[in-house]
Structures are given as C-alpha cells and as structure tokens.
C-alpha cells in the first residue's frame, strides 16, 4: 500500500518560510519521481517543482525559481520542500505525488500515479 503524508503546512507572513515534508511509505525514492503540487481557491492545479533521487536531478516552475528547494533523505523516504521569501501567491493547498518512470522536468499531473491528502500553506500579513 502507498501512502504520501505531507506536513509542515501553516500560515506563515509574507517573506516568511516554511519547510514542507512529504513521508513516503510502499514505495522507495530511488525508483519515483517525487513532484509538489499546489491548487490555490478557484484556480487549476499546477506543478511547483520534482525531484528524482535517483537521477540527481529536480526542476521547478519560474515562479518557484530561486525561492523554493526541493530535497531528498533516502533513509527517511522524505521529499522537502524548503519555501523561502513566501508571496501571498504561493497561498494554496499543497500536494506531493510520486510517479514511476517519470522524467525530469515533467509536471503533468496525469503523469503521477500517488498522492498526498495536501496540506494548507496560508502566507497573510
């Protein structure tokens, strides 16, 4: 059974950061692409940076370029997502979702095959 737990979620001021975690269970890193996901009030979901352990490699979408940083812990099957300098346009419900055989970049939501219950990242002054 797969299970993708996310944490680390709140409400933060903008400028502020917050750490998100994504603890993977059933799978392993070293064979998924890991991918964070966000869908703020009325707007479609949309991709916000992956990473393959495997690969060395991770992307993210220009809006997260520079502020966010997605990592790996292969002993802890855990996915991070530092977010640095938040914008109250980084406000939304955030996903992780794990894909086999998933390239990198590749932030099409149809490619992933699991994913997290999400969790609520609120940046308000």
């Known amino acids: 059974q797969v299970q993708l737990v996310e944490s680390g979620g709140g409400l933060v001021q903008p400028g502020g950061s917050l750490r998100l975690s994504c603890v993977a269970s059933?799978?392993?890193?070293?064979?998924?692409?890991i991918g964070w996901f966000r869908q703020a009030p009325g707007k479609e979901r949309e991709g916000v940076a992956c990473i393959s352990v495997s690969a060395g490699t991770t992307y993210y979408v220009d809006s997260a370029n520079g502020r966010f940083t997605i990592s790996g812990d292969n002993a802890k099957n855990t996915v991070y997502l530092q977010m640095n300098n938040l914008k109250p346009e980084d406000t939304a419900v955030y996903y992780c979702?794990?894909?086999?055989?998933?390239?990198?970049?590749?932030?099409?939501?149809?490619?992933?095959?699991?994913w997290g219950q999400g969790i609520q990242v609120t940046v308000s002054s």
């Open positions: 979702a794990a894909g086999d055989w998933v390239t990198i970049p590749t932030m099409t939501s149809s490619e992933y095959d699991y």
């Open positions: 059933g799978i392993t890193l070293d064979s998924y692409t």
